[in-house]
């Protein structure tokens, strides 16, 4: 068992090694685990929503275990401990009842100390890194690892309306402490009519050219600030999907917006050393 406290003081900076991203074409096997239909029935019992029959009898969607578990090798190797990993996701995994991200510290070399982010929207991403930021800049670890994941089944009707993946994506950031300078900030208590004035004040501090990696939903809401644009489709990763593709070079922001939270968020890397030739943006298969 792990236990642990807040970072100590700053003594460095997190760095990004690299980025690995996949996209899973096939259907994880626990979609057609018969113990998935009365867990999701008791989850949504309280809140009225009703099943989705047609997606439990079809057995689709991806269980983040089983995905982020597949690219851990491309992120690192077995000589390679990790000190820490942390798992972010908005949409619940597929496989209920496991502590995936402990399970992926089983996996994955040096066993590090594992955590999950959610509940923040496309902002989990976000938090995983400033935590990841603050333990390796206190010199708490030395190796980490941020998943972003997202799966697009959702195996009951939504309450209110909430962007659903079109396929099931995952996307691995290694950080150490020698590499690229990453910095994160997030805004709270955002409305809408304020998105775009806060990130062009956050994109001119910069002090020098930087491209804008957003998300589609935080296009509309601040037009003309993007430079590039997320597949809407991966509502969740799209932007990371966007550094791991590669082809940005010099100083990038990496901003999304969670209008259910009011949450503004940006990360800026200077990717002028980043190893495009440890991407790899393959779409693969899982059996």
Known sequence: MFTSGPPG???GTARLVSAHARVFAETSPTALDPALRPFLADLVRPYGNTLREDLLTEGVGHSFGEMAEAMLPAAVGPDEPVDLLVLAFAMHDLRLGRATACYLSDQCPGTPMAFAVCDQGSGAAFTALRLTESYLGSGACERALVVVVEQSALHYELGEP????DRHTGVVLRLEGNGNPLRVGQHTGVDAQRVARLLREDVDRLGRQATVIASSRLAEAAPGVADV????GQP?????WELAEGG??????????EPSLGLLCAATVDLSTVDHSAVDSTAVAVA
């Open 236 to 240: 969740y990763t799209g932007i990371w």
């Open 248 to 257: 940005h070079d010099g100083l990038v922001v990496l901003a999304d917006y």
């Open 162 to 165: 909430a962007p659903i993946p």
């Open 229 to 232: 644009i997320a597949d809407a």
């Open 9 to 11: 003081p700053p003594v």
